[in-house]
């Protein structure tokens, strides 16, 4: 009966989750919109830089390519935090009925996944009218990964930092940061920078449009993924562990 | 009578101490402590909430738990429930329970059925079960024209009737209750009562935070926390409590119980 | 005189209420030095030339360049996320404030004044942060470009949060300020792109960069950046007589 009861319980879940995620319309018309507004603002902005020698591509594609990426990452990073944040008290109350932490996490994390292949969907169709994409099954698995990987490290701020403010402060100075270190606007040669969260995901993308598959970043960004979902589930189900989420 | 015992997923209910409890005693708690420490040290307070509360709750029996606003009331409830850990002292259930928290703790976007499908999926009921419920309480507590509304577009007083009638739904051997009627229109609030004799003909134990204490017979017991811990005030009248007409001079424990006063 | 009685009691609860929140205050000086830090550690050992209104093309390293654009970026997405919230949780509580007795202007000017603390501690620190490796050559104007920064996004968010939301405002200060400051003013860029003249991050960067690398700097984008401010307080103000006169 546990079984069955666990398989219902996150199916019911899961749903219940997209039904509210759909149902909130500034998220619904960002998913629409972002990828357009990202991939053409980045690759406008790009066109006013000369070409420097270290880049693969004319400056315009880079800046569209680095557009498709951070669109795909950022939305399930801010919607990963604010599902969380949003849902602390209730998901407590969830708990207290009859789920376990775990089972949350996963419905939480179901819920960021699906919204991740969306927008890594509707990513990459936006950008493969402007460039041609050679390698589309493994682009989209690149776009894909980057955006479960910050849909995780939303997941862990909001579960590390229940509010806000302070989770919304934490995120946008991760995204920045990697945002431009990955953008190939600047020739980074520290091995340090291989610790952010797109740089692989970012080469593997950047040769599967070019056609090729750069394996050794596929293998670092799977690696990645693993850990990242790791930590995510970890801290998530003992950070909430009866500390007091419903006392205001 | 048929009594299904859902949540299987809460054979952890059973918290430390635990194994069945004697005779009828459904729940529980000795010595319960808890402090609220302020973050960073020395600077801010340190609140002692609770200190030492114990309570034994029957089946069948409805407790009143007043106090004054600050006392501790939701704290206790939220240990009781597993909620929040308490600093030191057990609790035991033996059974499961229901829990309606003062705050309508649910899922703003979700319409009212999908509030009871998940909160159902989550005790372990079946759809039938769950359909079940929901109607019954629908009908009971007066929302069967609000199925289809989302939780955020009802009054603050619908609100809390599906608050209510979540922590209901899969018939539990406890039920803890915070301020269960605030914004409820009187004929509700009759309703309210008459739900609570038939549960507790059924042997359910019923414990409720309340400041409408006037109504005094419709409790078995009632409980005051002050100073962190609970006495049994069932005897004593409110009027001399208040310090009118010839008054009990030792009764010095008691603040200003004001209990039929409101707020 | 009473005027200024209250704004500077909702001034001071304001703080108050942001001053004991240890997490945020360990968050202002940690996010800031680990942005900075990342910058100047993993940045090549290069130089680029840029363009600078008072001494004209130069070359720089690129580690002080970013370094230099970097501090009033941060003070713009801390000002920008602070403005944004601010509102957010203060909205309710500050129509009862105006129902209650408080003309609207005091509740702003109160608020104004809590944005103005952000952008100076978020400049101070990002500053201090920078100072380890590189020290601009004007300090005076290179701290008021940054904290002009950080008080017009700071109006920027306050808008985004009454306007569109938490949501869409969290995903304004993702991506506006950076590439606002970072690419489409990049003072490496001979030839700006046309709407770049048109964004909260032009007047200010100007400045930053100038004072940045010059001893000799250009005063009159400070009057464009004070214009912008301006603009963006009149935005904001009505916004938010807008949304307190509702309920």
Not at chain 3, 134 to 155: D, Q, T
Not at chain 3, 197 to 222: I, K, N, R
Request: a negative charge.
């Amino acid at each position: 009966m546990t079984d069955v009861g666990r398989v219902d319980r996150i199916l019911v879940g899961v749903g219940s989750a997209l039904r509210i995620f759909l149902r909130e319309p500034a998220q619904l018309a960002v998913l629409l919109a972002l990828p357009v507004i990202v991939i053409e603002g980045y690759g406008y902005a790009m066109t006013a830089f000369p070409e420097f020698p270290f880049m693969r591509m004319n400056v315009e594609t880079i800046g569209r390519l680095s557009g498709a990426i951070y669109a795909s990452a950022f939305l399930p990073g801010v919607m990963g935090l604010f599902q969380v944040i949003s849902a602390v008290q209730a998901d407590e109350r969830l708990r207290l009925c009859g789920y376990d932490r775990f089972e949350l996490f996963l419905v939480r994390l179901a819920t960021v996944a699906a919204v991740s292949l969306a927008v890594a969907a509707v990513s990459l169709a936006v950008l493969a009218r402007t460039v041609t994409v050679e390698a589309p099954a493994i682009a989209f698995g690149a776009l894909a990964a980057a955006a479960l990987a910050y849909g995780l490290i939303g997941m862990l701020v909001g579960a590390a930092l229940p509010r806000a403010l302070e989770g919304s402060l934490v995120l946008v100075f991760l995204v920045d940061a990697d945002d431009f270190l990955s953008s190939g606007m600047v020739e980074i040669d520290s091995r340090l920078v291989e610790l952010f969260p797109l740089y692989h995901p970012h080469e593997l993308f950047q040769s599967a449009v070019e056609g090729t598959f750069a394996d050794g970043a596929a293998l670092a960004t799977g690696a990645y993924l693993l850990v990242l979902l790791s930590i995510a589930a970890l801290v998530y189900v003992r950070l909430t562990d009866s500390r007091g989420v419903l006392h205001a | 009578m048929q009594n299904i015992r859902y949540m299987p997923n809460k054979k952890n209910v059973r918290r430390v101490g635990d194994a069945d409890l004697d005779g009828d005693v459904v729940l529980r708690a000795d010595g319960i402590g808890k402090t609220y420490d302020s973050v960073v040290p020395f600077v801010g307070r340190t609140v002692e909430v609770l200190d030492g509360a114990s309570v034994a709750i029957e089946a069948g029996e409805i407790v009143g738990i007043v106090g004054e606003n600050g006392a501790g009331k939701s704290t206790l409830m939220q240990i009781l429930v597993g909620a929040l850990g308490a600093d030191s002292g057990e609790v035991a259930v033996d059974g499961t329970i229901g829990w309606c928290p003062q705050d309508p703790l649910l899922y703003d976007r979700l319409t009212v059925t999908e509030t009871f499908r998940l909160f159902g999926t989550a005790y372990g009921m079946d759809e039938e079960a769950v359909t079940a419920a929901r109607d019954r309480y629908a009908e009971l507590l007066g929302f069967e024209e609000f199925l289809d509304y989302r939780i955020d577009r009802l009054s603050g007083g619908n609100r809390q009737k599906i608050n209510l009638a979540v922590g209901l739904m899969h018939d539990p051997d406890l039920l803890l209750l915070d301020e269960p009627y605030t914004g409820f229109d009187w004929e509700t609030y009759l309703s309210f009562w008459g739900l609570t004799e038939q549960l507790t003909e059924q042997g359910t134990a019923i414990a409720i935070i309340s400041h409408f204490v006037s109504e005094r017979d419709r409790f078995d017991r009632i409980l005051e926390l002050t100073d962190g811990t609970l006495t049994d005030v069932t005897d004593r009248d409110p009027d001399a409590a208040a310090g009118r007409g010839s008054g009990n001079a030792g009764d010095a424990t008691t603040a200003s119980t004001e209990v039929g006063a409101g707020d | 005189m009473r005027s200024l009685d209250r704004i500077g009691r909702a001034f001071e609860m304001g703080l108050y209420e942001y001053a004991r929140t240890p997490v945020l205050l360990g968050l202002l000086l940690f996010l800031p030095a680990y942005f900075i830090g990342m910058f100047a550690y993993v940045l090549p050992a290069s130089e680029m030339p840029i363009t600078v209104p008072g001494d004209g093309r130069q070359l720089v390293a690129t580690a002080d360049l970013y370094g230099v654009l970097l501090v009033p970026l941060l003070a713009g997405l801390i000002g920008g996320i602070a403005g944004l919230f601010l509102m957010q949780t203060a909205r309710e509580a500050d129509a009862r404030l105006v129902r209650a007795g408080y003309r609207p202007s005091q509740v702003i000017a109160a608020r104004f004044a809590l944005l103005v603390v952000a952008s100076v501690v978020a400049t101070a620190v990002a500053l201090a942060v920078l100072s380890v490796t590189f020290v601009p050559e004007s300090p005076a104007a290179f701290v008021a470009a940054s904290v002009l920064a950080g008080l017009i996004y700071g109006l920027v968010g306050v808008l985004a949060g009454l306007v569109a939301g938490r949501l869409a405002g969290v995903y304004t200060m993702l991506f506006v300020p950076m590439l606002d400051v970072f690419f489409l003013q990049n003072p490496t860029v001979e030839n700006r792109l046309w709407i770049a003249p048109y964004l909260p991050g032009h007047a200010v960067t100007e400045l930053a960069a100038d004072a940045g690398f010059s001893t000799d700097v250009a005063l009159a984008p400070f009057a464009e950046g004070l214009g912008m401010l301006f603009v963006a307080a009149v935005l904001a103000t009505a916004a938010f007589y807008r949304t307190a006169r509702v309920r």
